[in-house]
């Protein structure tokens, strides 16, 4: 049974840093293409940034040059590092995972496993 599990969130002020991570279990992760996801209340799920098997990596426009997305196969863990927080970034953050590539990696439809999400708080 795939499982993934967030941590990591927690309440910065403007501009501060967090290094989230996601540790996956119940798959083969090299196999697996992976994302960030966040939502705010009221508003859809968007997607973050996503890295696939061979490790290459996108970004939404408007997280580009702060967030940072990794992996660290052996440990079968995913990571965000996220920069340079702005008031606009709080959201609850999920990770999420498929083994099918994925046409769209920025689509929360892409991705069949998602986990609990972590919350992140940014105050101005």
């Known amino acids: 049974q795939v499982q993934l599990v967030e941590s990591g969130g927690g309440s910065v002020q403007s501009g501060g840093s967090l290094r989230l991570s996601c540790q996956a279990s119940g798959l083969t992760y090299s196999a697996y293409y992976m994302g960030w996801f966040r939502q705010a209340p009221g508003k859809e799920r968007e997607g973050v940034a996503a890295?696939?098997?061979?490790?290459?990596?996108s970004y939404a426009d408007s997280v580009k040059g702060r967030f940072t997305i990794s992996q660290d196969n052996a440990k079968n863990t995913l990571y965000l590092q996220v920069n340079s927080l702005k008031p606009g970034d709080a959201a609850m953050y999920y990770c999420?995972?498929?083994?099918?590539?994925?046409?769209?990696?920025?689509?929360?439809?892409?991705?069949?496993?998602w986990g609990q999400g972590t919350q992140v708080t940014v105050s101005s």
């Open positions: 999420a995972a498929d083994f099918i590539p994925p046409a769209r990696p920025m689509a929360p439809y892409e991705y069949r496993y």
């Open positions: 890295i696939d098997s061979d490790g290459s990596t």
